[in-house]
Each structure stands twice: as structure tokens, then as C-alpha cells.
């Protein structure tokens, strides 16, 4: 991977020596370019991605599918959670969401026409196992079978997800969920057999969707810096409230249970199949690019993701970890540090927003972080902080920390207060706007030698997002959730425009 990547460099610095690619910087420095010459047609650029480049969308099993009760699906904690009135907003729920159980056909011609040549999609671990563990169900994974056959047709390369939140609430019944290893062991089971089924087409899996999201928002609730020293307090299934230790407890678990799952993956799946996580790993930007500011920032990283990223990544709990939570640290054995950092082909950050700006400091930890002003710029939900250097920062420390070979940004994006307009047209350019800065810092990284295989914008279609129910819309593509009617927005041309020319636009 590192060979294929200093080829990748090469070829950027060969490329950027053309004249189709030279900064007109310099030309209008050299006084040498006409003023029509630089501005014609398509600006020029060096923003351009490596060749094989995945261009793709994602959404989860949740979010779009609806049909929460049809074809055998046994029921999750997030169809238990949804209808309980007063956990989301406008007491929403998932039963419908975007139809795509029987509309899959349309929303892949969809994806395939805004210009992606690949998609993350998760599975309902309950329509494969309606009780979590034992007896499968056919029509369950006959759904997902169906679902890829498109996928492929479509000539879009197929990226599982086999647990975005959807856990069988037999097991939140049976063990508590998470909180008992007996989910991790049953995790496995399935997942092996997923790539049983249907690794003869899937050859890239992720385990678990942002372990920090479901853990802390479903065991306990948590608590993300917004700015001006104000937290926003964020839930989701199945609703619990345990103490710190138990929740450690939960995480170690999870960790173990992504472990197990790429053990059974490749036992069970064909050689040649590829396994990582995704996590929202907490990702502190250096105030200054010095090499004290960026030294601080990575400690700042491994610290701040001690519990899940650096466990998987090294296979231990650091010793400030431990130290800092005392008798609420996890138990575990040496063996299960093992099976948690099992080796992976790829790691997948999703990436959103910073979670700190740090500064040097003298104390052990050998960072600080600084509070986030009240005036910082935000998207439209409500915990976005706007920062597009958070695409540069993610993958680099992932890099830099960790040595990974292979990186994909498994999500980025945003919600924007989007409107059908009287030519029936969604101009969100506020999306574009965002689009356009988080990725040139994504080509920066790249073109700094980290190694992004792949990028999957969040999300393909507007959906259901969680507590905030249907009102957050992150799509590239309008959904009315009343007709079902789907709308390219405006960002999905700019999508296929960079996709086509892989680059930024
Ligand atoms: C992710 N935060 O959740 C999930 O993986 C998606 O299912 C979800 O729709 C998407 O991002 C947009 O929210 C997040 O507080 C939840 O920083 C919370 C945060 C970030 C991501």
C-alpha cells in the first residue's frame, strides 16, 4: 500500500507539472496569462484525486428502509425506541422512512445517475436474525441479496455496514444489549455469516457504525461542545442511563464484539474480503500548523480516543486511560486486547466536525484544549460546528498515529434547512459551499501522502435522522416524505461533477 501510494504522489507531481494543472497563481504573478485565458471554462486545478478513487454515497438500514415489520424482520431497539412518543422529535419514527425496502431499485438508478461508483448501506441485523442469534431468515437476506445484484448492475461497488444501531431487541431483552459479551459473541455469528452470504459479491465490510455515538447516546446520554461553553445533550436507543463504569463496561464490549466479528469474517468469508470499523473518532485540530501545535494535536487524538479508536488500533488501554478512570476502568483479559485489534485492511473515520482546537502545553498530557467560541459558524444541526480542516486533521492523525495503510472517510456531510422552489428545483448552496471546503482538505491530506482510498458522502438520500426525526436533511437527494417523490438537489450535480473529473470543483 505504501509503494502504490508514493506511485499515487508521483503522479499528482507529475500531473501538477502539466500545463492543464498549473496554479494560475503564478501565471498572474508572471503578468504572462491573459485575464480571458484564466478564466475560461473549467478553472484549472490541482485538486485532483488519486486514479480508482471511491466516489460514494451512504446510508443505513434504519434511516431509509421502512417496512419495519414485513418479510419476518424481528423487531430492533430503534423500532421500540421510535414509537415511544416523546423520544423523537414530532414523534417520527422509521416504519416508513424512505420506503427503500421496495423503492431500492429507483434509488440505485438514483445514485448511479448523480454519478457514485460506490455505496455503504448497512444491514438490519434483525431481518438476518429476527432474534439475534439461532435460526435465519431467508427473506431477510434475500432483501439484501436482491439489494447488491442492483447495486452491481449498476456498476457501483457495494460497502456493508453490519451494525449501524439496529440491534435485535431480543438481545436488549435477553443481555441488556452491549452490556453483556453474550451480544458480542452473537455479533460475530452474524456478521461471519453475512460474508458467507453474500461475500461472493460484497468485498469490503465494516463492522460497527461510530461505537461513541451508540454507546453513549443509547447507555448514558452525552454531552458535545457547541460553542461559548454551551453542551448539547444527545440520546438515542435503547434509552439508558448507567453509571461511568458500567458504560466503560459497554464500550469494551463493542470494541470486542467489531474484534470477534473480523475474526469471523475472515474465517467465513472468500480470501480477498476486507474488514475495518467506522467510528466518529473524536478529532482535535492543532490551533497553528507548527510541529509543536500538530505533536499536541496527536496526543490530544490517541488520549481523547483511548476507549474505542487506539484499543482497536494498538490492542491496549493506555495507562492514562486506565490511571483517569480508576475502579470504572473495563475489565478484560489480555487475549480479548488481542481479538480487538485484529488486523483490518482499512480504518473509516467518519467526519464531521472537530471535537477540539488544541494548544502545547507543559502538563503530562502535553496538550490543552481551548474552549470553542459561541461565534464559530455552524451547519443546520444544532451540534455542527463548521470547520472543513477537520477532513485534513482525521485521516492525517489516523495516519501519522497509527500507520494505516488504507483509509476511507466512511462519512461527511451536512443538514441545510432545504426547500423545494417554484421551478421544483432544491438549491442548497450552503451544501456545496461545505462540500467544496471539507474535501480540498481532504486532497491536502492526500496530496501530504496520506493514504484515502475512498470517500462516502452522508447521505445518498435525505432520511430519518434519529432523535431529530425527518426534520435534519442531509440528502443529495430531496426526499417528501408525504409522496415518497425524490429530487436531485443542486449538491448532487456538483457531486457527479467532481466525481466524473475526480476532483474538487
Ligand atoms: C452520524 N455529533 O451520527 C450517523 O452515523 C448517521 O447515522 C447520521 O445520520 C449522521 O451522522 C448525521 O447525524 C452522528 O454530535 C451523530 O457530532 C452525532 C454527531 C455526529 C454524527
Not at 421510535?82 to 423503492?103: C, E, L, Q, S, W
Not at 426534520?471 to 443529495?476: P, V
Amino acid at each position: 500500500m505504501r509503494t502504490e501510494h508514493r506511485f499515487i504522489r508521483r503522479d499528482l507531481i507529475k500531473l501538477a507539472g502539466t500545463a492543464a494543472f498549473s496554479l494560475p497563481a503564478t501565471s498572474v504573478v508572471a503578468g504572462a496569462t491573459s485575464a480571458s485565458e484564466q478564466t475560461s471554462s473549467e478553472p484549472s486545478n490541482t485538486r485532483t484525486f488519486p486514479k480508482g478513487f471511491y466516489w460514494g454515497v451512504g446510508t443505513s438500514s434504519y434511516q431509509i428502509e421502512g417496512a419495519w415489520n414485513e418479510d419476518g424482520k424481528g423487531l430492533s431497539i430503534w423500532d421500540t425506541y421510535a414509537h415511544k412518543p416523546g423520544n423523537i422529535k414530532n414523534n417520527d419514527t422509521g416504519d416508513v422512512a424512505n420506503d427503500h425496502y421496495h423503492r431500492y431499485k429507483e434509488d440505485v438508478a438514483l445514485m448511479k445517475s448523480i454519478g457514485a461508483n460506490s455505496y455503504r448501506f448497512s444491514i438490519a441485523w434483525p431481518r438476518i436474525f429476527p432474534e439475534g442469534t439461532g435460526q435465519a431468515n431467508p427473506k431477510g437476506l434475500a432483501f439484501y441479496s436482491r439489494l447488491v445484484d442492483e447495486v452491481k448492475a449498476a456498476g457501483i461497488e457495494p460497502f456493508a455496514t453490519l451494525y449501524h444501531w439496529d440491534l435485535p431487541q431480543t438481545l436488549q431483552d435477553k443481555y441488556g444489549g452491549w452490556q453483556s459479551k453474550e451480544t458480542a459473541k452473537a455479533f460475530a455469528d452474524y456478521a461471519g455469516y453475512i460474508a458467507e452470504q453474500l461475500g461472493d459479491r460484497v468485498k469490503h465490510y465494516f463492522t460497527i457504525n461510530e461505537f461513541r455515538s451508540f454507546v453513549e447516546g443509547g447507555y448514558q446520554g452525552f454531552d458535545t461542545q457547541i460553542g461559548g461553553g454551551k453542551t448539547l445533550h444527545l440520546g438515542g436507543a435503547p434509552g439508558l442511563r448507567l453509571s461511568n463504569g458500567d458504560l466503560n463496561q459497554v464500550r469494551h464490549h463493542a470494541v470486542l464484539g467489531h474484534g470477534l466479528a473480523v475474526q469471523a469474517i475472515r474465517a467465513r468469508g472468500p480470501t480477498g474480503t476486507k474488514v475495518g470499523f467506522a467510528e466518529n473518532m473524536r478529532i482535535p485540530v492543532p490551533v497553528l500548523e507548527t510541529p509543536e501545535y500538530v505533536k499536541a494535536a496527536e496526543r490530544a487524538t490517541r488520549d481523547l480516543n483511548a476507549d474505542l479508536t487506539t484499543v482497536m488500533l494498538e490492542g491496549r488501554y493506555t495507562d492514562d486511560y486506565l490511571k483517569r478512570n480508576g475502579k470504572d476502568a473495563p475489565k478484560f483479559t489480555d487475549d480479548e486486547l488481542k481479538t480487538i485489534a485484529s488486523p483490518l485492511d482499512f480504518v473509516g473515520v467518519n467526519v464531521y466536525k472537530p471535537n477540539s482546537y488544541v494548544v502545547p502545553s507543559d502538563k503530562p498530557q502535553g496538550y490543552r484544549s481551548i474552549p470553542i467560541n459561541a461565534s464559530h459558524p455552524k451547519m443546520q444541526s444544532e451540534w455542527h460546528v463548521f470547520d472543513p480542516q477537520c477532513l485534513y486533521w482525521a485521516p492525517r492523525h489516523v495516519h501519522s498515529l497509527w500507520g494505516a495503510k488504507s483509509i476511507f472517510i466512511t462519512e461527511n456531510g451536512c443538514a441545510g434547512s432545504d426547500v423545494v422552489s417554484d421551478d421544483d428545483k432544491v438549491y442548497d448552496s450552503d451544501r456545496i459551499m461545505f462540500l467544496r471546503a471539507y474535501l480540498t482538505q481532504l486532497q491536502r491530506a492526500i496530496a501530504d501522502g496520506v493514504p484515502v482510498d475512498g470517500y462516502f458522502l452522508w447521505s445518498a438520500q435525505d432520511n430519518f435522522e434519529w432523535i431529530y426525526g425527518y426534520g435534519n436533511r442531509f440528502g443529495l437527494i430531496y426526499v417528501d416524505f408525504k409522496t415518497q417523490k425524490r429530487t436531485p438537489k443542486l449538491s448532487a450535480s456538483w457531486f457527479r461533477e467532481a466525481a466524473r473529473r475526480n476532483e474538487v470543483v
